[in-house]
T-cell receptor, first 117, second 114 residues
Framework: AQKITQTQPGMFVQEKEAVTLDCTYD???????LFWYKQPSSGEMIFLIY??????QNATEGRYSLNFQKARKSANLVISASQLGDSAMYFC??????????????FGTGTLLAVQP | ETGVTQSPTHLIKTRGQQVTLRCSSQ?????VSWYQQALGQGPQFIFQ???????GRGNFPPRFSGLQFPNYSSELNVNALELDDSALYLC?????????????FGPGTRLTVL
């Protein structure tokens, strides 16, 4: 069975510093995708970054980068130069490849990030 | 913004009632997935619709049902509401066939069952 584990319920970071949010996963699928979403207090899930299991390089999107270590089954999110607006809940999620069938996302329990001025 | 819209924003119902939640997918997307997010938890997959057919279902009872329309918008129906159904209901649209197949979420409907 697929599973996502986020072991940090909450994190603090000073504004302008970098922060790493941890995510480990478990799957027996040979092909899978890993996602990070941001959920502000308003509730909307905002897509941040995607990493495919066969991607050779770590994904980057602006201030977000994904530290993908396949052998360790980890997909940590790194946010550089934190901003006050980064304060939110962050979810790691995994999608298995089912050949066009159920393409569900499996989410972790989330990490609440608080950016301090 | 993603272009995925949901209505209503908030809803209060009593136990035993029925509710219908609506979702309009992003332009060009043909797949809608529904998730339930209880307070303090990650979203849980309810089911997915692709070209008007249910395309997979999570561990939810049959009183959770859905529809997808020819314009790819979707409804989630919940019958015989229970207190534990109180949650944020999120829909996500995506374009089936693309490997990355990123799901883009709407703002959610917050359901309270009294």
């Amino acid at each position: 069975a697929q599973k996502i584990t986020q072991t940090q319920p909450g994190m603090f970071v000073q504004e302008k510093e970098a922060v790493t949010l941890d995510c480990t996963y478990d799957t027996s699928d040979p092909s899978y995708g890993l996602f990070w979403y941001k959920q502000p207090s308003s509730g909307e899930m905002i897509f941040l970054i995607y990493q495919g299991s066969y991607d050779q390089q770590n994904a980057t999107e602006g201030r977000y980068s994904l530290n993908f270590q396949k052998a360790r089954k980890s997909a940590n999110l790194v946010i550089s130069a934190s901003q006050l607006g980064d304060s939110a809940m962050y979810f790691c999620a995994m999608r298995g490849y089912y050949g066009g069938a159920t393409n569900k996302l499996i989410f972790g329990t989330g990490t609440l990030l608080a950016v301090q001025p | 913004e993603t272009g995925v819209t949901q209505s209503p924003t908030h809803l209060i119902k009593t136990r035993g009632q029925q509710v219908t939640l609506r979702c309009s997918s992003q332009s060009g997307h043909n797949t809608v997935s529904w998730y339930q997010q209880a307070l303090g938890q990650g979203p849980q997959f309810i089911f997915q619709y692709y070209r008007e057919e249910e395309n997979g279902r999570g561990n939810f009872p049959p009183r959770f049902s859905g529809l997808q329309f020819p314009n790819y918008s979707s409804e989630l129906n919940v019958n015989a509401l229970e207190l534990d159904d109180s949650a944020l209901y999120l829909c996500a649209s995506s374009s089936q066939g693309e490997w990355a197949d990123t799901q883009y979420f709407g703002p959610g409907t917050r359901l309270t069952v009294l």
